[in-house]
């Protein structure tokens, strides 16, 4: 009886060391437990986080949301005092009037400049027929003095007569000469009007701006988290009054690589939600990151010193949310998930479409 019961329990104890010697094995996914799905719990809820700040430094008049409070696009969230911001695009709109009046004057100056040059051609015009008039009238006089018919007194007045025409179609040239130096002075002003017209208008957009601005209002549909802003508080531009989180979210599940061989684009994948109470969510995988996580933080491990010891990198796997999902709904970026990809599933898939190429991590879709 003695011997049964050594023999019994020495059955016993190797049982258990092989049934531990198997639940280490199941663990850690080795020989013969190798399975096709990998799992990770290394995973994560993302979502476009957006930080709400102003654009302008002041006190804020208005608060009309609250904590975690859903708001759609272009809902009002802070309001920040806006009677300085008024006066000064009153200010800019009376600067952009006086600007337009001189450009009025100048258009009114051009236009009389261009009256005068009208008034000096018909001046030359008429100094011109005088003095051809005058011209004929001395020839002829010479004429006759030289035939004894007429007198000296005669010839003298015609010539003087000749000089005085003269002098007055070289004055209205003149005249006409500066009135079109003016209508030039006139032009090149009138650039110099224009570009303090656009300036105003400039100043006056800048103006209205700043204005809209004091209204922080949401860039997109969304939910709030906390409201970091209360009433009669003064802020600066930059700082962060509340944050906003889209209805889109994603998972970011970080993969060992020794885990990537044979997922791609495309991939059904599974996860459960520890806040969910485990609840049993589907995706795919949308895309991989182009690097490790080790290669993007701050401060890069540099391998090439002192002893080494191999770690296992994980590459971070954007996975898409199912849509038509109720639950999806209650999901919100920072909570923790158990992802599940079965690259057999995506293994019969290609087989099924024909493709002979080899499953592998992989940009392309399938």
Known sequence: MKK???????????????????????????????????????????????IIAPQLAGYITEVPVQDFQQVRTGDLLARIDDRIFQQRLRQAQATLAIQQANLGNADQTQRSAQARIEAGQAQVAGTRTALETAEANAHRTESLVAS?????????????????AQAAFHQAESTLQVARQELQTVLVNRHSLEAAVENAEAA?????????????????????????????????????????????KWVIANFKEDQLYGMRIGQPVTFTVDALQNARLAGRIERFSPATGSEFSVIRPDNATGNFTKVAQRLPVRIAINE????????????????SVDKAAGAARRAASADPEPLRLSAAAP
């Open 148 to 164: 004894g018919i007429s007198t000296r007194s005669a010839a003298d007045q015609t010539r003087a007569a000749l000089a005085q």
């Open 204 to 248: 006056v957009r800048l103006a209205e701006i700043d204005l809209q601005n004091t209204r922080i209002v949401a860039p997109q549909d969304g939910r709030l988290g906390e409201i970091g802003v209360r009433l009669g508080q003064y802020v600066a531009a930059g700082s962060q009054l509340a944050a906003l989180v889209p209805d889109r």
């Open 324 to 339: 038509g999902q109720p639950l999806a709904g209650d999901l919100a970026p920072g909570m923790s998930v158990v992802v």
């Open 4 to 50: 049964i019961l050594q023999i019994t329990r020495a059955g016993l104890i190797v049982l258990a060391g092989v049934a531990g010697a198997l639940l280490v094995l199941y663990a850690w996914r080795l020989p013969p437990f190798r399975t096709s799905v990998e799992v990770t719990e290394n995973a994560y809820v993302r979502g476009q986080v957006t």
